[in-house]
């Protein structure tokens, strides 16, 4: 067995054993120098095993991954297509430079701070590639705790209040995702997602109800997870409240909830679903455009600069599960190429809005008029690059999303309230930033002192790095459209990730043979012989 044939399950092994290296090193100050380095190496050796992944799941190939040999679905199975290899890469391109930023002084405020951070990374990646709900539970609890403490690193007031909040929501939603882990188990005696996709339609209609109950619960978790309204509400003041390079990385953090939606509802639940076809298709675009709306709006309002960026986190969510909640192969191509793009402004802005605080003294990240800050025409030109990207600007990225989702949506009976609600909220976004703008930057008081001393090019690279993947995304739009494109076409081939995942079920068998209800076997089949990472 290579090295290649361990692949899938690298990503989420690295920054875990990274994360218990980091323990044993510490972070006294003597030691910190040594953690920086291991952590900076491990997230890059991440970045090349995500990117080699893209690389191969751009073959069309699902790799499966089954750890300790047991077939699915009593195993656990780990499954990389192209969706997941995608938010794998992104994951990795948000991960680096923000612990770049934070080896620049952040992480030297708190304690533990890589070693959370690898743990954090764990979780991402393992929702990203686990192939049952239960782990996925599993990987969300890993990514949560990290991030509980991460969202308090450094301290302060508003900080710890904020964080109690924050990890109150999500031990509750945690309590929903059990419960509806718990209602779909009951109804098909699975949890792995291939299974579930061959079961879910043979459910009949009386029991599909206790099914339907339980994929609703399990929205309000995703939903929650991804900052959906009226469950975005945390989102603005968690987010604002943490330090530039954990809301940076945060970024993705909606993006798991997104991309849970997409797998569990768009795929499990999808048109092919029987009794349950389409079960959130009434809810999830209404709600999905009053998440642009109410993002946008709050984004106009905000009193400070993060929050500024944290609402238009909500705002460009709204905009992604427009795309899903349009239930269309061209619509979700749109929505996970703007996925890649707004993830990558969002979490620049982040790193900006840190350093525009570190540089006007006690003014801070408040949008009121305060000192001049010391580069002005970095800081501001990296502002306005953002701004035109998260805006929609051509020839920016954003502004391709946009269109490919506007060009999708056309036939649909929702086709004016989605372009009328983009396009408004496009230009709210604008009129949001140049405000800010303005006032950090035009309306700078010359009768005060700086308030705070040049950054140097260490602690800015990061944010140009994320901007520069916006216009990289730009320039190669047409390959990543072309890989979109084909990732929601293999999320629509629900009998391939079937055959992939359950061979031993005869291949085609697997969507004709089979049962629909389970019973789980209490030891492991003796006549089965281990079973290797299957490549299909």
Not at 69 to 80: D, E, H, K
Not at 257 to 277: E, K, N, P
Not at 422 to 450: C, E, I, K, N
Not at 472 to 478: D, G, H, R, T
Request: proline fraction near 6%; hydrophobic fraction near 60%.
């Amino acid at each position: 067995m290579t090295l290649a044939d361990h692949l899938p399950v690298l990503p989420v092994l690295l920054p875990a054993l990274t994360a218990v290296l980091l323990l044993f090193i510490g972070d006294s100050p003597a030691r910190l120098r040594w953690a920086r380095g291991v952590a900076l190496v491990s997230v890059a050796l991440g970045a090349l095993l995500a990117f080699r992944l893209v690389e191969q799941a751009g073959s069309g190939a699902l790799a499966v991954y089954r750890l300790g040999g047991w077939p699915a679905p009593f195993g656990i199975v780990l499954v990389v297509d192209r969706l997941s290899a995608l938010m794998l890469a992104l994951s990795a391109a948000i991960a680096l430079p923000v612990l770049w930023q934070a080896c620049a002084g952040w992480d030297a405020r708190g304690r533990h701070f890589h070693a959370l951070f690898q743990f954090q990374l764990m979780g991402l990646n393992g929702a990203f590639v686990t192939g049952d709900l239960f782990n996925l539970f599993v990987f969300f609890e890993v990514l949560l705790i990290a991030s509980y403490v991460l969202m308090v690193h450094g301290l302060g007031r508003e900080r710890l209040r904020v964080g109690l909040h924050y990890v109150a929501l999500n031990l509750l939603a945690s309590v929903i995702f059990l419960a509806g882990i718990a209602l779909v188990y009951a109804t098909t005696g699975t949890l792995n997602l291939a299974d579930l996709a061959v079961r879910v339609p043979r459910v009949p209609a009386p029991e599909a109800a206790l099914l339907r109950a339980g994929a609703l619960l399990l929205l309000v978790v995703f939903g929650f997870k991804a900052a959906l309204v009226p469950l975005a509400m945390w989102l603005p003041a968690t987010y604002a409240a943490a330090s530039a390079p954990v809301a940076a990385l945060f970024a993705i953090m909606t993006k798991v909830g997104v991309y849970t939606i997409l797998r569990v509802h768009g795929v499990v639940f999808g048109a092919d679903a029987g009794a349950s076809a389409l079960l959130v298709q009434p809810l999830l675009l209404p709600l999905a455009l009053a998440t642009c709306v109410v993002g946008v709006l709050g984004a106009m309002a905000a009193a400070t600069l993060p929050r500024l960026v944290a609402w238009l986190t909500v705002a460009s969510v709204g905009s992604i599960l427009v795309a899903l909640g349009l239930f269309g192969a061209a619509a979700w191509s749109a929505g996970l190429f703007y996925l890649v793009h707004s993830t990558l402004v969002v979490a620049a802005l982040f790193l900006l809005s840190g350093l525009v605080a570190a540089q006007r003294g006690e003014t801070g990240d408040a949008l009121t008029p305060g000192p001049r800050v010391a580069q002005p025409a970095l800081l501001g030109g990296l502002l306005v690059l953002g701004a035109a990207s998260a805006t929609g600007l051509p020839p920016l990225p954003g502004f391709i999303g946009k269109l490919m989702l506007l060009q999708a949506a056309s036939s649909h009976g929702w086709a004016v309230a989605v372009w009328a609600v983009v396009l408004v909220v496009g230009l709210l976004t604008l009129v949001g930033l140049a405000r800010a703008g303005s006032v950090v930057f035009w309306a700078a008081r010359a009768d005060l002192p700086t308030g705070g001393s040049a950054a140097a090019w260490h602690a800015w690279a990061p944010a140009v790095l994320l901007l520069g993947g916006g216009v990289v995304l730009s320039v190669f739009a047409a390959p990543v459209q072309r890989y979109t494109d084909a990732a929601a076409a293999q999320l629509q081939d629900r009998a391939a990730y079937a055959r992939a995942v359950l061979p031993e079920l005869g291949g085609e068998r697997a969507e004709s043979a089979r049962p629909f209800r389970a019973t789980t076997p209490s030891s492991a089949p003796s006549s089965s012989p281990p079973a290797r990472p299957v490549w299909p």
